[in-house]
């Protein structure tokens, strides 16, 4: 009986780690908001464009599934089945009491970077953009800018450890950050 | 034995949402990262000041204790016992192949906001106040300014869930969301 209790609790914080596909296609994980927050960037943008411009320019909001977040804190690399979610969305200011800066809006899309080396032998990763209310989105195609800057920039693998505070002083302490341009 | 094996897993998971004194003093949360994370703001301030001509304001980091979280989906209210953690981090710029926006830097304070109705029986919350390497911290004064602009602005109960894009809707929805100025 408290078995059966127990598990009650634990099934759904074990389904937090899980994406779903539908063929080919990512069903849009739909509690990454629960996961393990790594950091929050403003207006980032990696080459010249209009962003600077922008007055209200996007959040970017990065979680992870905390399996590979537990992972990542022991050994600095990432493990198989690793889910990154950037949740990229929209910024306001000027509300309620606000004076100054800008705090985060409605309407977010995502992109989904996974390690899955079954799933795609050739790279490991793949990475899955769904529009705003898209809920399933194939996978980006592998000549992509995804994974070329991914590829050369990352700092951990191909991902940008660089950008989150607590897990670049982890790879620093392990030994995985690479130098990157 | 099984329940053993599912409660050893299950404590550490419990633990995760405890703070603890010493006394009247608060000792840092250390785990808090793992916690839910609520939103991030970029060079917020609530008043005419200085913070507009920083170039490279502070982003502020708001989480929650994960059973706090889920009691408030299902309410849109706060339960005793609720933990939210402002961590103010340092932000920088064109840093690897960032070229415009900024991403999170090193050096956190810590600001927490806790309910805890028999601990603090005159406003049932309280707050305590970190610098970066502070293991300890004593209540704020019931005169500070945290609690004047909490009580007068805060959308649910003495919190700034107007800043906090999925809770807003949830309030909204449940119908304790108050309007504020």
Redesign the interface.
Known sequence: M??VY??W??IP?MATAQVRYTGSNMTRPDNY??W??L???????????T??ENPD?P?D?V?VN?EA?HAFLKTGAWPDRTVLVLEI?S?QQK????????????G?RVEVHVKDAQRFPEKRWAFFMFGESAKSAAPAAADTTCFT?HEK?G?VDTT?V?????LR?IARQKGTLKP??
Not at 39 to 49: E, L, N, V
Not at 95 to 106: A, K, L, R, T
């Open positions: 408290r078995v127990v598990l609790i634990l914080v908001r629960e393990v927050w950091s929050s960037g403003f207006g980032m943008a990696y080459g010249p464009g962003q600077a320019p959040f909001n979680f905390p977040y969305r910024s509300g309620s009491i606000n004076q100054h800066g800008h705090f985060q809006g409605d977010a800057c920039s700092a940008f660089q950008f989150y505070p607590i002083d990157v341009n």
